[in-house]
């Protein structure tokens, strides 16, 4: 999408008819969108499915803030709610969880009007109508998967936006949301090709993409056999390839390389973000202490039990993902060593998603300057994907050592490989660190211990710095923290909205 740069505003997306204004002169003003006017061509079909895309971009936020909510990560001059959700002191009108409904339901409403009108459009080749269908369909799959996941189930809504038919549609249950999701991706599949080529086609969504979200769709609700039947296929297509340098994936320079299977691009200086930000005041994101020592030792023990700990240099002789994630106070970073700050922080800055190197010293980037591509899925997490719902389904036999192994082999990270003989619940284990280190940061760990149902325990405890020393407590309910409240106001508009449990 760096070359997918049509933006339509809402109004056009979703379009209205002012019947109360006439004017005999102006029958068809060509200054504007009507729904006389629109939704006639091919470039008002192309341009309704950059409105869907365009969505994407709200969705910043569905990104790393999540890993603060866990202990992987703390945040700091926080305004949106994310440290009130990680502290269990949330409500129904905190920012983060009241955005995000209203940009989950923004970009189905455009996939839905999309999908009503597209029919209708004459002169576009029936293959890349198909193509777009399929492509507002997986994007229907992707909003909808981040609503049920943080809500359970909602409003399940298909058709073009109707305020008289929708406004007060009850909750459907979350069983019939993935039924949805998983419907949305099977239709979508056939229709999208393997890759692009060039030009304003880059950064679509792929057949792959379609085949990753099903199988991330299907591990979330516990299908492991189908899961892992749909990890493999993807797998089988041979398309993708784990990235040689575990930290230069996430560089400018190697956007699109062969892992990154769906991202949204974004690209300077009218379409950025905040990636690079605060990332010499060890402030926000800042990795944790907690995470540092889930990284294991580069003999794949534990720092416990390794000989190659050593108290006074913690970080040396890890695995080397935990210096290409993170960069601790006494380590180079942007070519200097990194000092502790005169704020209170973690001792942690994260590396992952700065476009910054250890060596080069660059100026300190300015909030909001960023152009550097979100990944929401990767190939890595596709073999992961597997491991786990192989190992659930049939045990941990050979094809679930190899996943695992694949990724801690690649070349920056080289890893011992797994021992062989575990059992299942032993696998379980290294799966579940496997994920963590693998995808820290990246959006999945705080969905993943609510589906674990680990999130009581993780999350019911203190956030260490690097000295160990407590920087925050959590607090997590189990009886109401693994859903978000329906938010407040959603409730005031639609009285048939049921509110989750506990939620006052």
Known sequence: MKNLKIYIPL???LLTVNPGCKNDLVVNPTDQYSEDTFWKTQADALAGLSGIYNSLYDCQTWFYET????SNGLAYNETNGTDAIARGAHTPITALITSRWTQGYRGIGRANTFLAKVGGVTGMADDLKNRTIGEAKFLRAFYYLGLVDCFGGVPLITDEPNVATQATLPRNTADEVYAQIIKDLDEAIPALPNSYTAGTDLGRVTKGAAMALKARA?????????AATAAKALMDMNVYTLFPHYR????????RNSEVIFNVEYQSPRFLNNMDNDSYTLNRPAPTKNLADVYLMTDGLTKETSPLYNPAKPFDNRDPRLLQTMYPVGYKFNGRVTAASNVVTTGFGL????NLTDDDAQPAPKANNSDLNIIFIRYAEVLLIYAEAQNEAS?????VYDALNKIRKRASVNMPEITPGLTQSQMRDVIRRERRVELAFEG???????????AEIENNGTILD???RVRSTRTFNKNRDYLWPIPSNQIQLNPNLAQNPNWF
């Open 11 to 13: 109004i056009i997306i």
């Open 351 to 354: 590396k992952k998603y700065t």
């Open 444 to 454: 999945l760990y705080y969905s993943d211990i609510k589906r674990w149902k680990t």
């Open 395 to 399: 045990g941990p036999d050979a094809s």
């Open 218 to 226: 299907l591990l979330y609700t516990g299908r492991w056999a189908e």
């Open 248 to 255: 230069n994936m996430f560089l400018v320079a190697n956007e």
């Open 67 to 70: 890993d603060m909510i866990t």
């Open 466 to 468: 690097y000295l160990d």
